[in-house]
C-alpha cells in the first residue's frame, strides 16, 4: 500500500513538474495577454479555466505560476542547504569560540519571526518592481534566511560522525583531512542533506503562497500559486466563480504528494 502511494505521488509530482516545465509551449496564451471582451469568462472552448477579472487565461497563469513555484522553491532550498553545510562546518569544530559564535548566531535566527521579517523587506520594495526581481528576490530571501534549522542539524550529525567508530578506524588506518571527510564522512552527510532538502521545498512554497495571499509575494502579472490565491479571499468571486479554487487544489495535491514521499522516506529510514 506504502509503495503504491509513493508511486502515485512520484507520478503526480513528475506530471506536475512536466507541465511547469513546459508551459510556454501547453499554455494556451502568454500569461499576461488580457482580452479585455472576455473578462470573467465560464469555462469553455476558448478559456479551458476561464479567465479572471481583467481577461486573462487562467489555464495559462496556474501552468506559469507552478512554473515559478515549483522552480524557484527548490532553488531556494538548495541555497539554504548549501548555506548551512558551510555554516555548521566551523560550528562544530573543535574550536570552542567558532562553535559558541556559530551556535549563538543559529539560535538568534532560530528565535527570528521570518515570516515578519519578509513582510517588511517586501514591503520596502517599491511598487514598480520588475515581476522576475521580485520573484527571485521572494526565494532568495527565504534561501539567504533559512539556514539555521539545517545548520544545527548538520552541526549535531557533523560532531557524531567525527566521532564514529569508521572515522577513527580511518584515523588509525593513517587517513587524514578532506579524504577522511570527502570518502567516509560525506556519503552520510549526504543523506541528511537530502533530507533537509525535502523538508524546505514545501515549507518555502507555503511560505510564497502565503505571502503571496498578503501581496507581498511574486508581483503581478507574473503568476505563482501566491498571488493566483488572492481571489479567494473574496467570498463573492469564488461563490461566481468556483473554478478560481484551481490553484489551491494544485497546490494541496502538491504538498499531499510531497508529504507522502516524506513519510516514505522517513519509513524507509
Known sequence: MKSTARKLALAILLAVALCALFAPQIAPFPYDQQFRDAPHAAPGGRFLMGTDDIGRDRLSRLLYATRVSLLLAPSAALVSVLLALLISIPGASRWRASAHAISGLTSIC????????????????????????????????MGIAGWAWPAR????????????????????????????????????LRQIAAAQFRILVPAYILSEASLGLLGLGVADPLPSWGNLLQ???????????????????LLITVMVCLESLQASGKAAV
Not at 527570528?112 to 526565494?139: D, G, K, Q, V, Y
Request: glycine fraction near 6%; avoid cysteine; proline fraction near 8%.
Open 110 to 141: 532560530l528565535s527570528l519571526p521570518w515570516l515578519f521579517l519578509f513582510i517588511i523587506l517586501r514591503a520596502e520594495l517599491p511598487l514598480n518592481t520588475a515581476p522576475l526581481a521580485s520573484a527571485l528576490l521572494t526565494f532568495g530571501l
Open 153 to 188: 542539524v548538520f552541526t549535531a550529525s557533523i560532531r557524531e560522525i567525527r566521532q564514529s567508530g569508521w572515522i577513527l578506524q580511518a584515523r588509525a588506518a593513517g587517513l587524514r583531512g578532506w579524504r577522511i571527510a570527502l570518502v567516509h564522512g560525506w556519503p552520510h
Open 231 to 249: 481571489e479567494l479571499q473574496h467570498p463573492d468571486t469564488v461563490r461566481s466563480n468556483p473554478w478560481v479554487l484551481a490553484p489551491l487544489g
